[in-house]
T-cell receptor, first 114, second 114 residues
Framework: GENVEQHPSTLSVQEGDSAVIKCTYSDSASNYFPWYKQELGKRPQLIID?????GEKKDQRIAVTLNKTAKHFSLHITETQPEDSAVYFC?????????????FGKGTRLSVIA | KAGVTQTPRYLIKTRGQQVTLSCSPISGHRSVSWYQQTPGQGLQFLFE???????NKGNFPGRFSGRQFSNSRSEMNVSTLELGDSALYLCASSLSDRGFNEQFFGPGTRLTVL
């Protein structure tokens, strides 16, 4: 089955700096890679996702890149703000015929220091 | 549109007891997935239901079971509770079990086993 590794487990950055979180997956059949943000005491919320037919996707200060050959994908947050402080989870699954469940990484706790 | 709701929000049980958790998906969503969230382990997939049928099952013992009703509401049951079952149980709904549909999470039920 799919296995997702996420690094680092904790990350501290100064406000305004960039943050990068990396994930690797094991199943080459996976084609859907969402990222979720979970603030303290809140539910996880999707912030961005990418499909395997795309190498990069951006949404304002957030971008995700995917390297299918190396089986890794990364979340990039630029110009970090205190409200970016949260736990971020990457996930992978196969969508289409024969769907597989989302398999999550263990999360990265991001702290943005003002 | 109302979000995913879960009841109860908090539960305290003792070892050996059983518990039933409930999840009401977003109106029109027919797929419900359940996850166990513990510190350091991230979100671990329990099971997924679509149209009252279990589509996928995670690697949890048979003490964990679930079902889905015709109105898409879902319940999960844990029998013979163990201390290690203490966790936040999250459900997530999506339009379908096919395609690249976003999963929307509920607020979770925090289960404490004493």
């Amino acid at each position: 089955g799919e296995n997702v590794e996420q690094h680092p487990s904790t990350l501290s950055v100064q406000e305004g700096d960039s943050a990068v979180i990396k994930c690797t997956y094991s199943d080459s059949a996976s084609n859907y890679f969402p990222w979720y943000k979970q603030e303290l005491g809140k539910r996880p919320q999707l912030i961005i996702d990418i499909r395997s037919n795309v190498g990069e996707k951006k949404d304002q200060r957030i971008a995700v890149t995917l390297n299918k050959t190396a089986k890794h994908f990364s979340l990039h947050i630029t110009e970090t703000q205190p409200e970016d402080s949260a736990v971020y989870f990457c996930a992978a699954s196969k969508r289409g015929s024969g769907n597989t469940p989302l398999v999550f990484g263990k999360g990265t706790r991001l702290s943005v220091i003002a | 549109k109302a979000g995913v709701t879960q009841t109860p929000r908090y539960l305290i049980k003792t070892r050996g007891q059983q518990v039933t958790l409930s999840c009401s998906p977003i109106s029109g969503h027919r797929s419900v997935s359940w996850y166990q969230q513990t510190p350091g382990q991230g979100l671990q997939f329990l099971f997924e239901y679509f149209s009252e049928t279990q589509r996928n099952k995670g690697n949890f013992p048979g003490r964990f079971s679930g079902r889905q009703f015709s109105n898409s509401r879902s319940e999960m049951n844990v029998s013979t509770l163990e201390l290690g079952d203490s966790a936040l149980y999250l459900c997530a709904s999506s339009l379908s079990d096919r395609g690249f549909n976003e999963q929307f999470f509920g607020p979770g039920t925090r289960l404490t086993v004493l």
